[in-house]
């Protein structure tokens, strides 16, 4: 299965359906952005941000020229040579297809180019597709902040994976 990653262009790539992932709880209900109600503006205005930012890089992740999910690198450490990523597929019917495990290979790349050392990634312990996808990418868990998230009517650990590169 072939994807690409490249950079999100405002105008082109923020539609309807974009926004429509931003809004599903489906899709974010294991990221923070389950608690904002996102707009077409608002999606813009963070994308923009982003391809100007010196330390975060925001890339859409891309089936045949279809934009399908984002990942992103950052923030980045240029001095200690880290950076966090996050990442999410927000077209439900590529779940389950191993394209996000390839777009974390594929930032792993542009992060060695950045002269990067190491990546960090959190997620909560209940997202066992994230768990799944670091560990095929040689990432192994690092850190485990015990019931730091509340979902729906639970407490749930937060789990920090990390690599080398």
């Not at 709880?25 to 904002?36: R, S």
């Not at 297809?97 to 990067?116: M, P, Q, S, Y």
Request: charged share 30%.
């Amino acid at each position: 299965m072939s994807i690409t990653i490249k950079k999100l262009d405002p105008r082109k790539n923020i539609d309807k359906n974009y926004l429509r992932w931003m809004n599903d709880f489906e899709v974010h209900k294991y990221t923070e952005q389950k608690y904002k109600k996102h707009t077409i503006q608002s999606i813009r205005k963070f994308v923009k941000e982003k391809n100007k930012s010196k330390t975060e890089f925001l890339y859409g992740i891309f089936f045949q020229k279809k934009h399908i999910g984002n990942i992103k690198l950052g923030p980045i450490n240029f001095y200690h040579q880290y950076a966090e990523i996050s990442y999410f597929i927000g077209d439900k019917q590529f779940w389950g297809r191993g394209i996000t495990a390839k777009a974390i290979g594929e930032i792993v790349k542009i992060a060695k180019k950045k002269k990067l050392k190491k990546l960090i990634a959190g997620f909560y312990s209940l997202n066992v597709g994230s768990k799944k996808v670091l560990e095929k990418n040689g990432f192994r868990k690092e850190a485990l902040f015990k019931s730091k998230f509340k979902f729906k009517n639970t407490r749930c650990d937060h789990v920090i994976y990390g690599k080398l590169i």
